[in-house]
């Protein structure tokens, strides 16, 4: 089926995942589909976030090199970056549900092979890079696929509340992700990979278990290149997306950059290595926080205003830690922060899995996602740069630029400042 052009300024009403979906009347808590997803999805995430922490480990006791270590976590997240268009072609044409399961199952494979190689003492640095490269196209093709599958199961309703627990799940895996990781790790150095395994495994048994059709309207046996034109046009027709594109890779170039500029910054000055971890950990556990309190505060809040005060906040932020560039500035600075992202990140991405229409879901999400990987690579690169020719002054005060264009840019794009409360999504459904 062809795409049709959307427009943001007269949205055609609409019921988002029609005759899928439960009532209102039940909440999340006993939604059974919604229940298997969301543990699955958090077994699978844990279980790959431990995984992709050891493998640096590992990959440098079997090399003996450092650079060879990190060749192979820049080889392994290629994946992701190759398959998220296709993956999001393919999670509209195909059964979600099937594509969730062969995907756990792949991942399930893919780590259960370093555990057996790591036990009979055959494992190599190429066999490390092949599974993580792997594992992260498997992610490229979970996330379209999950977003769809949750749009299925949740109403719109409540969408919010779901949106603001997957935050939840998600700075919960930040955060202990590679503590875990390193515990295990210490232990045996294949126990993570095992827990890798249990976590994807889990997800297999989850997703087996889920009842509800996960799909709505697919794709028609058009070819996949001309799906991808469809929803690169799609994306390209809605003005609140192309300012999304834009705004939210410069965002995540400022933030990722922002906290490399700064541990390196505290590596380069001789700061004790666990003071360093605690930046990171304040950040974790401030975002955690906020991830809890995220649905009540989206359920009373419009996306564009509560984007402007959480930019907003973060800028102010910026600001104290570029005119008192000290460690405890840092280490307060970033934990206020980011306290407002969870919330943000759970009205947006709620918002848009209430509009997209069903056929949509995949390419739409995936090409969103790109704003991430394209500045994942870039990211790193800047802050220390900018670190290097200039020092963490000048460094600070550019990410603080940086920032504040977003938040006067946030401020000009109209659809974005236009969009209600979650009682109100539905209505703005595109077709």
């Known amino acids: 089926m062809t795409a049709e052009t959307p427009t943001v300024d007269t949205p055609t009403a609409a019921t988002p995942g029609a005759g899928t979906a439960p009532t209102p009347d039940v909440p999340l808590r006993r939604n059974s589909a919604y229940l298997l997803l969301t543990t699955g999805r958090f077994s699978q995430a844990i279980g790959a976030g431990v995984g992709t922490f050891a493998v640096p480990l590992l990959a ?127 232990m045996a150095h294949v126990v993570p990979f095992v827990a890798s395994v249990v976590g994807h495994a889990i997800e297999v048994v989850a997703i087996s278990f889920v009842r509800k059709p996960l799909n709505g309207e697919r794709t028609g046996q058009t070819h996949p290149l001309a799906d991808l034109r469809d929803g690169l046009r799609f994306v390209g027709a809605v003005q609140l997306f192309r300012a999304v594109l834009v705004l939210i890779t410069l965002l995540n170039l400022t933030s990722i950059a922002l906290i490399v500029a700064i541990n390196l910054e505290l590596v380069r000055t001789g700061t004790d290595p666990r003071l360093i971890g605690l930046v990171d950990a304040c950040a974790g556990v401030s975002m955690l926080a906020g991830a809890i309190v995220a649905g009540p505060i989206v359920q009373r809040s419009r996306v564009g205003r509560f984007g402007v005060l959480t930019i907003g906040l973060l800028v102010v932020a910026l600001v104290v830690m570029a005119l008192a560039p000290t460690y405890w500035v840092f280490v307060s600075m970033l934990a206020a922060g980011v306290f407002l992202y969870p919330a943000l990140n759970a009205g947006f991405t709620g918002y848009l899995t209430v509009i997209i229409p069903d056929r949509m879901m995949g390419r739409a999400m995936s090409l969103l996602g790109l704003t991430g990987l394209i500045a994942a690579p870039a990211a790193p690169v800047l802050g220390s740069a900018l670190l290097e020719g200039y020092g963490i002054g000048t460094t600070l005060w550019v990410m603080v630029a940086g920032m504040a264009c977003v938040l006067v840019a946030l401020c000009f794009v109209r659809p974005l400042m236009r969009i209600g409360k979650p009682d109100t999504w539905a209505a703005d459904a595109l077709e």
């Open 60 to 186: 440098f006791e079997v090399t003996g090199s450092v650079g060879q270590a990190g060749l192979i976590s820049g080889v392994g997240q290629a994946g992701a970056l190759l398959a998220t268009l296709p993956a999001g072609v393919v999670a509209d044409r195909v059964n979600r549900r099937l594509l969730l399961l062969v995907a756990a199952a792949t991942g399930t494979a893919l780590w259960a092979t370093v555990v057996a190689a790591g036990l009979t003492g055959a494992l190599s640095a190429w066999h490390l890079a092949v599974v993580l490269f792997g594992s992260s196209m498997v992610s490229a093709f979970v996330n379209p696929a999950s977003g769809g599958a949750l749009r299925a199961v949740v109403p719109a309703a409540q969408m919010a509340n779901a949106m603001a627990v997957n935050q939840g799940r998600m700075a919960a895996v930040a955060l202990f992700a590679g503590p875990v990781g390193g515990f295990l790790y210490g």
